[in-house]
């Protein structure tokens, strides 16, 4: 399951509609979702919305001919802060929502996440516009919204229990500062999980040309390697 970036608050899912041909061309299902957007939509909605798909694409598994035990999510930027955030709050029963299919599960089996923040109250004066997006995303700042971001960041959900999960993020990222991939990694390995940081000296947000070229390989191979069956 592909999800979009763009600061929670645009961004479309056919941004992603050729990275699904080129999963799809390799032997995998794959979908892009739309989720609602900030600011008439704060915080977890967007949440709700991607687990509420996560549930979709399970209760719908024998027609799309989805394996339900391994649902992979990927996404950039406030789409790598969603996978991640689906990643460590599995069972957590305040982030499911009403969105259908509540008998299912929202769990994912892995999390390929694009330069995701990952504490979202250590974005402010490293992150060019953090200053102007979060307060849409979460109804304030951290001055008066700071238990917003605290319960919003993904860092604070991470558990033994998280979906194995691989990190792509640039050094010179100007919207979300390289150390958030830092974090997140650190924090999921000490909880035990299966974690892996891809580091692209001197790339920015948003890979073009040989990074992105390098990201989407390394997306792809560590998909392989997770969740590709054998041939027989």
């Keep these: ?29 794959a979908v892009t979702i739309t989720y609602r957007l900030a600011p008439t939509n704060r915080f977890p909605a967007a949440v709700y919305d991607c687990k509420a798909a996560v549930r979709w694409m399970r209760a719908n598994a024998t027609r799309l001919h989805v394996d339900p035990a391994r649902i992979a999510a990927l ?62 995303f ?3 700042d951290l001055s008066t919204h700071r238990a917003e971001h605290v319960r919003g960041s993904p860092l604070n959900w991470a558990t033994p229990h998280a979906a194995p999960t691989l990190i792509l993020h640039g050094t010179e990222d100007k919207y ?10 650190d924090r999921l390995q000490q909880c035990g999980v299966e974690v892996e940081l891809l580091t692209l000296e001197g790339a920015g947000h948003g890979f073009k040309g040989a990074d992105a070229e390098k990201a989407e390989a390394a997306a792809l191979a ?3 390697r997770h969740f590709k069956r054998a041939v027989k």
């Design 176 to 185: 979300v500062n390289y150390e958030q991939g830092l974090w997140m990694r």
């Design 75 to 136: 996404g950039g930027s406030a789409g790598g802060h969603l996978v991640q955030f689906l990643g460590v709050t599995a069972g957590v029963k305040e982030f499911e929502g009403d969105g259908g299919n509540l008998d299912q599960s929202s769990a994912i089996a892995g999390v390929v996440n694009y330069y995701g923040p990952s504490d979202l109250t250590k974005s402010y004066g490293k992150s060019v516009d953090a200053a102007e997006v979060l307060p849409l």
């Design 222 to 224: 560590w998909l392989d």
């Design 138 to 140: 979460f109804g304030g």
């Design 1 to 29: 399951m592909c999800i979009h970036g763009g600061g929670f608050r645009a961004g479309k899912r056919e941004s992603y509609d050729k990275l699904c041909l080129t999963l799809a061309s390799r032997g995998y299902v």
